[in-house]
């Protein structure tokens, strides 16, 4: 015995001759992939973007965990991306893998063909045997896609079009004050919601001038 307790040889040697577990490399362990709501997309148009990061069964080996992604838009020349939906989707696959999904949507700025592509940063908690493990930071990078914009159709455009794409309605319409002097200036808060892109949405005119200025 030992102090008192007693010994576990095949126990003990079982632990000595364990082993040593394989490293992984995580960035060829992770996979990204961008995929477009619709096939035919127009200048300013928004669209809805699910980017997806698929963490293969390896990469959780050793009881590796993901501590943080945070993805973005790689080429910004072509192609607004306002950020991505807060809360990720996780899809656990049957072959042990792991797809991290996000949405977003993005617009596009000009006509042409341009590739569209996004990246990742990546936190990973290695298990390294020690009580706390250790951080390692991974860039992941999706393949280029291929986008072709269409320019806008110019029949039955109003005259005052300003780029935004979508559906829109005013919410409301209210003066900062209940009465008013005659050429006093006051301020008018109008609320528009709706869906599509709001980055090129000028803002409202009076239509009926009459009495008013703006």
Same mark, same amino acid.
């Given at each position: 015995?030992?102090?008192?307790?007693?010994?576990?040889?095949?126990?003990?040697?079982?632990?000595?001759?364990?082993?040593?577990?394989?490293? /992984?490399?995580?960035?060829?362990?992770?996979?990204?992939?961008?995929?477009?709501?619709?096939?035919?997309?127009?200048?300013?148009?928004?669209?809805?973007?699910?980017?997806?990061?698929?963490?293969?069964?390896?990469?959780?080996?050793?009881?590796?965990?993901?501590?943080?992604?945070?993805?973005?838009?790689?080429?910004?020349?072509?192609?607004?991306?306002?950020?991505?939906?807060?809360?990720?989707?996780?899809?656990?696959?049957?072959?042990?893998?792991?797809? /991290?999904?996000?949405?977003?949507?993005?617009?596009?700025?000009?006509?042409?063909?341009?590739?569209?592509?996004?990246?990742?940063?990546?936190?990973?908690?290695?298990?390294?045997?020690?009580?706390?493990?250790?951080?390692?930071?991974?860039?992941?990078?999706?393949?280029?896609?291929? /986008?072709?914009?269409?320019?806008?159709?110019?029949?039955?455009?109003?005259?005052?079009?300003?780029?935004?794409?979508?559906?829109?309605?005013?919410?409301?319409?209210?003066?900062?004050?209940?009465?008013?002097?005659?050429?006093?200036?006051?301020?008018?808060?109008?609320?528009?919601?709706?869906?599509?892109?709001?980055?090129?949405?000028?803002?409202?005119?009076?239509?009926?001038?009459?009495?008013?200025?703006?």
């Amino acid at each position: 015995s030992n102090f008192g307790f007693p010994q576990f040889p095949a126990a003990r040697n079982r632990l000595i001759q364990r082993p040593a577990r394989e490293p /992984v490399d995580f960035q060829s362990e992770i996979k990204a992939e961008a995929k477009l709501d619709s096939e035919k997309i127009y200048v300013g148009q928004a669209v809805l973007c699910e980017v997806s990061f698929k963490f293969s069964k390896k990469f959780f080996a050793s009881q590796n965990r993901l501590a943080n992604i945070v993805p973005s838009i790689k080429n910004s020349d072509a192609f607004v991306c306002n950020g991505f939906f807060k809360k990720p989707e996780t899809k656990e696959n049957e072959d042990g893998s792991v797809d /991290v999904v996000f949405l977003t949507v993005v617009s596009p700025l000009k006509a042409g063909e341009f590739n569209l592509q996004f990246e990742a940063s990546a936190a990973v908690m290695a298990n390294t045997f020690s009580f706390f493990g250790s951080e390692q930071n991974v860039s992941v990078i999706s393949p280029q896609k291929s /986008v072709k914009i269409l320019e806008l159709p110019k029949e039955n455009m109003p005259a005052d079009f300003s780029g935004a794409i979508g559906k829109f309605k005013i919410e409301s319409a209210k003066l900062d004050e209940s009465s008013l002097s005659v050429g006093e200036p006051c301020v008018m808060e109008i609320t528009i919601s709706g869906e599509g892109n709001f980055d090129r949405f000028s803002a409202p005119a009076l239509e009926e001038k009459s009495g008013w200025k703006d």
